[in-house]
Every structure is written in C-alpha cells, then in structure tokens.
C-alpha cells in the first residue's frame, strides 16, 4: 500500500492518550500473553528497572535489533516511493514533536514510584518508546497494523517495555 | 566592552529596539536553530548505528531528540521574531552550519569524544546567553542547558567506559586527536566583529577568544581525568 500519511497523523494524535510505562513490572494479561505470542516463541517478564537495565544492555539482543534496523531501511525505501523526502521527514517528525516530552515524562514518573531517579535510565525508556512509536507509526502507514513494528508500539502504549529478543526469548519490563 | 543597559524583555519589545540590536539577536537564533538541527542530523541521528547495545542505541536516540527539541526551541523564537523559517533550517539557508560538523563520524569512540568535546563547548556558548540581555534568548538558553549538560555528562561516562579496556583508550585518544584540532574554530574567529556588535548589545558577555581559552583549559582537564591529552589546536 502507498505510504498513508494520515495514519501516523493518527498515531500523533493519539501518544497523549498512551499508558506509556504504567504496566512495567507487572505480570501479564491473557490478552498480553496472545499479543506477545504473536512477536516471539517464548515472553520473559522483567520485575525492575535495574534488570531491565541489565537486559537493554546486553549485547546479544544486537542481531534483532539490527533485524529490525533493516527493516525500518526497507520500510522508509516503500515509502519514499510515492512520497517526497521532505514530505515524510515533515510528516514523521511530528511524531518526535509530540513524543518528546511525554515519552520522558512518562518514564520519570513510572520511575519515581519505584524510587528511581536516574536519569539516564528514564531518558534510555523514552528513547525506546520514540524509537518503538516512530517505527510502528511507519510501519502502519506502509504495511497496515499487523506489521510487528505496529504491534511492538501498541504494547509500549499499553504501558509495556519490549525490551529485548534475545534468541526466541522476547524480555518484556 | 559591553555597556548595554538595554534589556528587551519580549519578542514585542524588540520591534522597537534599535535595528543593530534587532540583526545580533536575528543572526544569534537563527545561528542556534541551525547548528542544533545540523548536529543532530550528522552527529546524534547516525551515532545510533554505532552504539554497542539497545541500552545505548536508545540513550543516543534520546539525545538526538533533545537535540532536535533544541532546535524546535529557538526555531520557534525565531518565528516570533519574524525570522522566515527556511533561515533558520540547514539546507534551505546559504548560512552554513559551523565547520565543526564537517568532522566524518565512523565510529562509537567518535561519537562519544563529540559529546566530550564538543557539547562543552556548546555548554560554555549557552552560559553566556544566559546572561543575554535579550530576555526570551536568556530562558531558551537556560531550558536548554541541563539537557546540554546531560549530553556532555553522557560524553564522559561513555569515554569513561571506553577507557577501561587498552584498545577503547587508543580508540578515545584517537578520536580525541582527530576531532580536537577542530573545535577551537566554533568559537569563531579572533576580533570578531560581529562578536563586538553582541558584546556591545550584552547578547554575548564575552570575547571569542575567551570562551576559546576557557573551552581549551576545560577541555585539558577532563580529557586529563581520562588519563589521556589533548593534541595541538589547529
């Protein structure tokens, strides 16, 4: 399908509405379980912010990170292909507008609860909510909803952090 | 050399500030909102390829975006100003964005020595617009600078890192070597005159040459803390 710019406007208007961060640590849904079977064999739930530092950190989950990485590269060449450069940078930039401060802000608060102020590590979860949102927004406007990247962004609006797939292991915070 | 008792306290007000006073504020926005944008786009943006695990890739990510948030602030002071927005874009204006970001960044090591080395010299430009007698350019500037100091705080931790193994600190020196002999120059040039004209307005408190000694003194003490040196300036 043509790049649809109205579904990442879609996807802009909604971020304020997000539960960004509120379900880290918790035990999963029957509903999360169908929706984390449908990205990996196998979910792990991560309890903490330090373990879920650790995971984030961890060098093998490289190789799917650099999966995905080519992916965003083919999905941006799809739509480039009816869509001007400076016509989706405008468009996909308002994501990064409307998600700089509430993707922070989301994590500092989450973050607090469970006494924790680090900075680096609150500013590390919105970067991987900005990253998760901007895929999924592209994805969706290029391959429809169903494109993982789609279902990856829905789970951290949900109040999830897919951390990391590890093998067929896919951490979840 | 600064005397100015003026203090413009709104975008408003400027219109009725004198037209030298009105430029120096102009060049100043326009020149923030272009090099935050450029350097997130050469720097920020592709170091993410670089970093060593998701933990870092989304931290650089982070920081790209606060860069470009930079940019977002005084972009949209420079429209309240009036300034047309392709002025103050990379790409669309004949400014050019400083030499600095001409350096070709291969590597993590590079990136990181860039938030060293070049995020406190950005610090050290903030700190004097924080004292602008342009009051709107004072708070940018002051909102602007923890994230700035974040950024150059993540500079040192992840040389830090790099240091403790013998081949990242031959790779940390190595990009220090390569990138230092370059940053003096975003300091501008020697007896500036538009230098002069922000100094004669109180935009700016102090000469190029004295933001440059104090970056190159800074700069010798924390690259020292790392055990490492700095080459000669260019």
Avoid at chain 1, 50 to 75: F, I, T, W
Avoid at chain 2, 192 to 199: D, E, I, L, P
Wanted: hydrophobic share 45%.
């Amino acid at each position: 399908m043509p790049f649809d710019a109205a579904i990442v406007a879609a996807h802009v208007a909604a971020i304020g509405d997000g539960r960004w961060f509120e379900l880290v640590g918790l035990p999963f849904s029957d509903d999360e379980r169908v929706a984390l079977a449908a990205l990996a064999p196998r979910a792990v739930r991560i309890g903490s912010w330090e373990e879920a530092r650790r995971v984030a950190d961890d060098a093998r989950a490289n190789p799917a990170y650099d999966a995905d990485a080519g992916e965003v590269v083919a999905l941006k060449a799809r739509a480039l292909a009816g869509t001007a450069p400076d016509e989706l940078l405008r468009v996909m930039s308002a994501l990064v507008d409307r998600g700089l401060e509430v993707f922070h802000q989301a994590a500092q608060r989450t973050a607090a609860r469970a006494r924790i102020t680090d900075e680096e590590l609150t500013r590390v979860a919105a970067g991987a909510a900005a990253e998760a949102v901007y895929r999924g927004a592209l994805a969706a406007a290029v391959e429809g909803g169903s494109h993982r990247f789609a279902a990856t962004a829905r789970l951290f609006a949900s109040g999830r952090w897919p951390l990391a797939r590890i093998d067929d292991t896919l951490f979840v915070f | 050399m600064s005397t100015a008792s003026i203090e413009i306290k709104t975008v408003a007000e400027l219109a009725n500030a004198p037209a030298e006073y009105r430029e120096a504020a102009e060049k100043l926005v326009r020149s923030h909102a272009i090099n935050e944008l450029y350097g997130a786009q050469v720097f920020d943006e592709p170091a993410v390829q670089f970093a060593p695990t998701p933990y870092w890739k989304w931290l650089t990510c982070r920081v790209a975006m606060e860069e470009y948030g930079h940019h977002q602030r005084f972009y949209r002071l420079g429209q309240k100003m009036g300034i047309p927005d392709d002025h103050m874009i990379p790409g669309r204006t004949e400014k050019r964005p400083l030499s600095i970001f001409e350096f070709e960044m291969k590597s993590w090591a590079e990136f990181c020595v860039i938030k060293l080395l070049a995020d406190m010299a950005e610090i050290i430009q903030v700190e004097d617009l924080m004292e602008c007698t342009f009051v709107p350019l004072r708070v940018e500037a002051a909102k602007t600078m923890p994230e700035e100091k974040f950024h150059a705080g993540f500079g040192v931790k992840a040389c830090t890192e790099l240091c403790k193994t013998e081949a990242g600190r031959i790779e940390v020196q190595s990009a220090i070597d390569a990138l230092f002999p370059g940053m003096p120059a975003f300091f501008g040039k020697s007896n500036s005159k538009n230098n002069a004209t922000f100094r004669k307005w109180g935009l700016k408190q102090r000469t190029n040459e004295a933001m440059r000694e104090d970056y190159i003194e800074r700069a010798r003490g924390i690259v020292a803390k790392l055990g490492l040196k700095l080459p000669a300036a260019a």
